[in-house]
């Protein structure tokens, strides 16, 4: 296999992008909103792989760290008809082919490899119930928020199963290694074996995504499975003014927009818009693994998400994913030192607990 | 010194101003080796170095620094331009301008904005429209397009015919010239001035030949409340450009206009044929189809939608298209920009061919003829047809900005070859018509070869303007006076 292999199979829509230049793509992109250059635009990386793949450039160290600073958030895919992402990704895997992989990627697929997990710990959070409910390495980190999220559950009538599980590897293709993937893939596809053929209640978007378009198997993201049981449920009304922050995976590419809508709504919450919302709505700037390697960029990424909130009149960010709650908590402590003022960011599940009462 | 000497000590210089914002890397330099123009894949064009400044003072700085260095200075904006505008052929200093993108100045008492040269039209609308405001130059690229490619290029716009180009709409303007100093043109904030040279009115279609344009002040417009689109059918070009004329004699205030050839519509029914599954229906005896949109007043636009319609069938024998999706599947592909998303005109029309176009201004009586024409220099030079379509760019009056637009086989050099003959062939047919070679495309790397047709002597003139902005020749190299792409 030479380097370039994983770009080939893309080489038509890398020179449709590079024979079009229509730049739909690049205004809006939340790194090339930070670094400036057009390179960290997905039409800049359509011409970096064309150089690739015609050698006149040469895979290295500067060109990897452009490629991990890539969000995967699909922003630039939703504004184009070309395999935008999967693209990126074959860059990503073509550097590392070549020897530039950043370490700390590494080191995170070796631990998901070698462990089935990507965050230490502290123990397996297991419960018996009905419906099989996926939690993904970010929620098996934190139980106290497992906790809120099942007491939600359970006040909603549903009855999770939380069995063994193991990563669901996003973290190991992302970041280069479709080989490791193949591997994550058959441990996790044995490990849930038992419930392949049900449907699957999940809380990390990206694994959901993951477990959806790379497992082929049946899931629900849990908040969906609330909203549907929205009408039997007392809410205490909280009183706010709230913007909702889309998270990619669950937004424009599972397609859920609404229902995280209805039930701030439900919550008596006055909901505005920020003007990049739904299937056009920016990363948080944890995406692609970008918080491991350049940290100071994600938070940059998440003022710029923030400032999208205060321009709104938002005083509060509700969202709605594992990832997007942290980052973008981090992105308004910083930007509070700048503008001197603290837009907050609230987990939906945990509102939802709070309104539900005892 | 070698060529290569000057370059690392420029970029010594420039890391000491800009750091991080400078760059020899040669992975950035491809980033920034292509517009939209039509080229085969051996014009590499990278420029020596990239830099993004963040405001006037730096740009000058940058210059000074080029000029010590005897580098190139290229600016780079949308990188949508179809003349090879920002290809950096000659080397030197690509200056990234989107890093001057603020909004320097919101004066609603005045209706005027002044904003860093690098915002793009689409933000600026963004932001304006926060104030019920907008600012009616818009190009179809207005989602990367900058306000400094507007006036570099002198490009086209959507709503010309009641807003005119950028020219109309533009007040004041900075300049950092080729001599490394920052000059305000124009007339401050008023509409019109009868006083001096017009500089600033030279700077427009300049494509970054005097000099790096870093500020602007525009006038904008208070949003209408409504809008309304609709296609007519006509039996030919002319007539629609007579017809045109008619409906603003009559007092009508039309938004936009623009008139299609049968195979152009096609392209411009991308969201159509996406949302509806099926092919836009033009009857056989109907050769070309007129958008027009009015908007403002509610009852005023219907009013106006009303008289257009009758004057059209009554006087024309013209017919209104039947299916509104069609009409607006055209407004979503040439305004709104609403693609469904993961799927877009663009790149799915340029996956074997390239879109590639002769932009030729003509007086409105020559649309048939040219169009014939068209037809048979297109079949010389082997080009595939993609159609015509004629933009009203002026305001209040029927004019022909035209894109002749043909399907450009780009795997090779000899079907380059052929483009830019095509190109040339009908830049001659239009100074034959009467006409100019570009209207909204603008000389690029491509017409200046030969643009000593249309402009005779006054080349020289135009040399001597060049020359008193940019006495060391470092602005742009390559454009506007010279083509690359034909012996």
Not at chain 2, 317 to 340: C, N, P, T, Y
Request: glycine share 8%; proline share 4%; charged share 25%.
């Amino acid at each position: 296999m030479t380097a370039q292999d994983a770009l080939k199979p893309y080489i038509d829509d890398i020179y449709t992008c590079n024979r079009t230049r229509c730049g739909f793509c690049r205004e809006e992109c939340p790194v090339y909103r930070v670094e400036g250059y057009e390179t960290y635009s997905c039409r800049g990386k359509m011409l970096v792989a064309r150089g690739l793949l015609e050698g006149t450039l040469q895979p290295d160290e500067e060109m990897a760290r452009m490629a991990d600073e890539c969000l995967l958030c699909g922003y630039c895919a939703a504004r184009c008809a070309l395999h935008n992402v999967e693209i990126i990704t074959a860059l990503r895997e073509t550097l590392a082919e070549a020897g530039f992989r950043a370490p700390k990627h590494q080191a995170n697929a070796a631990q998901i490899l070698a462990e089935g997990y990507l965050f230490p710990r502290t123990s397996a959070i297991r419960r018996k119930g009905t419906t099989p409910l996926y939690l993904g390495c970010l929620y098996q980190s934190k139980p106290a928020e497992v906790n809120t999220v099942l007491s939600v559950l359970d006040k909603a009538g549903l009855d999770p199963l939380i069995a063994d599980e193991v990563c669901c590897g996003y973290v190991v293709e992302a970041t280069g290694d479709s080989e490791g993937f193949a591997r994550a893939q058959e441990r996790l596809r044995q490990v849930y074996a038992p419930y392949a053929d049900q449907e699957i209640l999940t809380l990390c978007p990206t694994c959901t995504i993951t477990l959806r378009d790379k497992y082929g198997l049946r899931v629900k993201p849990a908040i969906v499975a609330v909203a549907e049981r929205l009408g039997d449920l007392r809410l205490e009304p909280v009183a706010m003014t709230a913007t909702y922050h889309d998270p990619c995976h669950l937004g424009r590419m599972l397609g859920v927009f609404e229902e995280p809508r209805q039930i701030i709504r439900a919550l008596g919450i006055n909901l505005v818009e920020m003007e990049h919302n739904r299937t056009f709505s920016t990363c948080c700037g944890g995406g692609g693994g970008v918080t491991a390697v350049n940290p100071k960029l994600s938070a940059e990424i998440a003022k710029n998400r923030i400032r999208d909130a205060l321009a709104v009149g938002a005083e509060t960010v509700i969202t709605v994913c594992p990832t997007c709650t942290p980052t973008l908590l981090r992105g308004a402590g910083r930007l509070a030192n700048e503008v001197d003022k603290f837009v907050d960011v609230l987990d939906l599940w945990q509102l939802l607990d709070k309104a539900l009462g005892a | 010194m070698s060529t290569d000497t000057y370059i690392q000590r420029a970029f010594e210089d420039l890391q000491a101003i800009f750091g991080e914002r400078v760059t020899v890397s040669p992975m950035h330099r491809m980033a920034y080796s292509r517009d939209w123009s039509p080229r085969h894949r051996s014009a590499q064009d990278l420029p020596d170095l990239v830099v993004i400044p963040h405001n006037t003072d730096e740009v000058v700085q940058l210059v000074q620094v080029a000029l010590r260095y005897n580098l190139p200075v290229v600016p780079f904006a949308g990188g949508t331009g179809m003349g090879g505008g920002v290809a950096a052929w000659r080397g030197g200093i690509m200056v990234e301008t989107k890093g001057l993108n603020q909004i320097l100045e919101l004066d609603l008492q005045n209706l005027s904005v002044t904003v860093g040269a690098g915002i793009t039209i689409w933000t600026l609308n963004e932001h304006l429209a926060r104030h019920n405001l907008w600012f009616p130059h818009q190009p179809e690229s207005k989602r990367a397009c900058t306000i400094g490619a507007c006036i570099g290029c002198d490009n086209d716009s959507t709503f010309g015919i009641r807003y005119g180009k950028i020219l109309e709409n533009l007040t004041n303007l900075v300049l950092v010239t080729g001599r490394g100093e920052a000059i305000r043109l124009g007339r401050r904030k008023a509409s019109f001035t009868s006083t001096g040279y017009k500089l600033m009115e030279l700077v427009v279609g300049s494509e970054g030949t005097l000099g790096v344009v870093t500020e602007a002040t525009l006038r904008v417009f208070p949003l209408p409340q409504t809008r309304q689109v609709r296609g007519y059918l006509l039996r030919s070009l002319n007539e629609g450009a007579k017809a045109l004329e008619r409906l603003l004699a009559a007092g009508l205030a039309i938004d936009s206009a623009h008139m299609n050839d049968r195979e152009r519509l096609h392209f411009y029914t991308h969201s159509y044929r996406e949302k509806y599954h099926r092919e836009p229906q033009v009857p056989d005896w109907a050769q070309a189809i007129l958008f027009i949109s009015w908007a403002g007043d509610p009852d005023v636009v219907d009013f106006s939608m009303d008289k257009t319609t009758r004057i059209l069938q009554e006087e024309y024998g013209a017919e209104m298209v039947r299916e509104q999706e069609m009409v607006d599947g055209w407004w979503d592909s040439k305004h709104r920009l609403e693609f469904i998303p993961f799927k877009q005109k663009w790149p799915d029309s340029q996956r074997v061919k390239k879109f590639g176009a002769a932009d030729l201004g003509l007086p409105i009586g020559r649309l048939d003829e040219a169009y014939a024409r068209f037809r048979e220099i297109a079949a010389k030079w082997h080009q595939d047809i993609l159609g015509m379509t004629v933009y009203n760019e002026a305001p209040n009056k029927s004019t022909a900005s035209i894109s002749f637009a043909v399907f450009v086989d780009d795997s090779t050099e000899e079907n380059i070859r052929n483009f830019y003959e095509y190109v040339r062939e009908m830049s001659q047919m239009a100074v034959e018509l009467e006409g100019t070679m570009s209207s909204y495309i603008g000389d690029g790397d491509r017409l200046g070869g030969f643009n000593i047709l249309e402009h005779g002597p006054s080349l020289e003139y135009m040399r001597q303007v060049k020359a008193l902005f940019d006495p060391a020749g470092i602005m742009n190299p390559g454009k506007k006076f010279e083509t690359r792409w034909l012996r």
